[in-house]
């Protein structure tokens, strides 16, 4: 039975997302009540699956029960476990915001958001690479509505940028795929990982084409440093709760990236060994002096978030590019940190930009917020954390970070990834100071946080203490999770040696 | 035969780039189906080109075609139309929505074209 759970991140979303689609235009209240039950499920259940990885055995749910490496299969480590999870926690979050009426905007909101976690979870979760490209067009064409949701010139322009270039992003991908079959035969990630460790020296040329190929699509997910256009219009063009969830579809690249080039491509990978880690060392330094800059340059308090985004995506990919235990460990706190306090800092902009009036989430001053001293407190943490300042979560992640740092990596780390942090510290404070003090009175009338809004705000941008007050706990599983993550030869051992059925126990 | 599938892969890759690049909004959504065309008959290949390869096991034929590619192609082209008929609704919309069809029209300076 226990089994079974492995595939239920899935199933779920999926059928919650398929009864909602029963009945078109139907009153909204049943759907959020589905929508909140299925999400709040899918929290239990991943932190289940988060306790069974613990263990630290590498279980497998083999679909049909065809067996690797021959069927699909759904692979829980520590860190899909870990991934699921977090995926779970904010969307609670955002769909909590939603039922604040965000999702009366358009139509089926919530089935739509439901199908994208299904992708989101399908993609952390399989351990098959064409699979992942199933997911990855799961949760990409969820997101295209998700985005347009609501409607405007704004939406369907972004989207269109976003749409075009996610399809050539698929193409380069189906490429990237068929090379690596061509050439190995195989498209099970642990049957993959062995055959590239002995290949044919011919075709490695080949398949180091393949590999780039696909840094090229992780990274567009990813928006890494050249690849990055299309994320700060589309986050934030996009609705409060989607731009929210969206925080987390940057962070599916940087796992997949973290996936690929440490199992197939790692250090068991002969030849080929660690190959990709070099270059992505430049880009994501880049990457970390541009969201600097943008971070300094936005005009919009959402457009300042979706740069903050794009520093945390250099930090991660830094990490990424180390290679070692500490800094992936580091990477997967930082991981779990910037992904919840983005996603709350998209809903705190969109309820200043509500209680403006006028003057929207724009970084000018304008009318004052109707409840100054509860979003002035919500802007207050999300600042301080966001920027990594003591005592909350950033502070953590990035201190672990840079305390892994090798002395040959320091200078470059050290000076880029602190100056992106005053860059940013810089620019929270000049926006902080113009949306809440430059501004007049509030309208005592104006509309107010909901309840729902507020719990949406509560949960994720409090979970940024918590973050720090449970930081020993969680650091130890991170840590667990890179030491698995960097032995490669116990996940294939674990999915490709054992012949007992995964579903039938 | 590996020449000539070559060559019509890399042509049908090349103007679907060209025309994914140009400027308007149709010209992309054509030239990212014919990209998704490059890409399925690139797939289609990745188990080898062979001919009157037996598709079913049965006992004395030791020339089998890869039944993988094959599977693999029917998922991209099923996913490749849908997105591809999302993305001309889409193109409709922004041409709709904006008045006119260019991919990345400038604010503010939107041109007001007469409805026909």
Known sequence: ?505 | MEALYATVTGFLAASGLYLALRGRTFPVVVGLTLLSYAVNLFLFSTGGLTTNGAAVIREGVTDYADPLPQALVLTAIVIGFAMTAFSVILAMRVRGDQGSDQVNDQRGEEPKEEKS
Request: proline residues 4%; neutral net charge; hydrophobic residues 55%.
């Open chain 1, 1 to 505: 039975m226990m089994h079974h759970l492995i595939v239920l991140p899935i199933l779920l979303p999926l059928l919650s997302g398929l009864l909602m689609l029963v009945k078109r235009d139907s009153i909204v209240l049943p759907r959020r009540a589905i929508a909140l039950t299925s999400t709040a499920a899918l929290l239990v259940i991943s932190a289940v699956l988060v306790i069974q990885s613990d263990s630290g055995e590498i279980t497998y749910y083999a679909l049909g029960d065809w067996q690797p490496p021959f069927g699909i299969v759904l692979v829980l480590d520590r860190l899909s476990a870990l991934m699921v999870c977090l995926t779970a926690f904010l969307a609670l979050g955002s769909v909590a915001y939603a039922c604040a009426g965000d999702d009366r905007k358009g139509s089926n909101f919530h089935g739509l958001f439901q199908l994208q976690l299904m992708g989101i979870n399908g993609a952390f979760l399989t351990g098959d690479m064409f699979n992942l490209f199933v997911f990855f067009e799961v949760l990409l064409i969820a997101s295209y509505s998700l985005l347009m949701h609501g409607g405007g010139k704004d939406r369907t322009q972004a989207g269109f940028h976003y749409v075009a270039l996610n399809l050539a992003g698929s193409a380069m991908f189906l490429i990237a795929l068929g090379v690596l079959y061509g050439t190995t035969g195989t498209l099970n990630m642990a049957d993959m990982s062995q055959k590239v460790a002995a290949l044919d020296p011919d075709r490695l040329g080949l398949i180091k084409a393949g590999a780039f190929l696909l840094l090229v699509v992780f990274g567009l997910k990813a928006a890494i440093l050249p690849l990055y256009f299309w994320l700060p219009r589309a986050y934030s063009s996009a609705p409060a709760p989607v731009a929210a969830l969206f925080a987390i579809m940057t962070k599916v690249g940087i796992y997949a990236i973290l996936r690929v080039y440490t199992l197939i491509f790692g250090s068991g990978a002969g030849e080929l060994a660690n190959f990709v880690q070099p270059w992505l060392w430049w880009f994501a330094l880049a990457t970390l002096a541009l969201g600097g800059l943008g971070v300094l340059s936005a005009r919009d308090l959402r457009n300042q978030v979706a740069y903050l985004i794009l520093i945390s995506v250099g930090t991660l990919l830094v990490g990424v590019s180390m290679n070692r235990e500490a800094p992936l460990a580091a990477l997967l706190y930082y991981m779990i940190h910037t992904t919840l306090v983005s996603g709350g800092l998209f809903l705190l902009a969109d309820a200043i930009g509500e209680q403006r009036g006028k003057a929207g989430a724009r970084i000018v001053p304008g009318r004052g917020v109707t409840q100054p001293a509860l979003l002035g407190l919500f802007y207050f943490i999300g600042a301080v954390t966001v920027i990594g300042l003591p005592p909350l979560s950033g502070a953590i992640g990035k201190a672990l970070l840079l305390n892994a740092a090798l002395p040959s990596e320091q200078p470059w780390l050290w000076s880029l990834l602190l100056l992106s942090s005053l860059a940013g510290l810089v620019a929270m404070a000049r926006s902080g100071s113009t949306v809440f003090w430059k501004a007049g009175r509030g309208d005592s009338d104006g509309p107010r946080l909901k309840p729902a809004m507020l719990a949406g705000l509560i949960l994720l941008l409090g979970a940024s203490p918590a973050l720090s007050i449970l930081a020993g706990p969680i650091t130890r599983f991170t840590d667990a999770s890179a030491t698995q993550l960097l032995d490669h030869d116990a996940y294939a051992e674990a999915i490709l040696s054992r012949n007992i059925a995964g579903g039938d126990s």
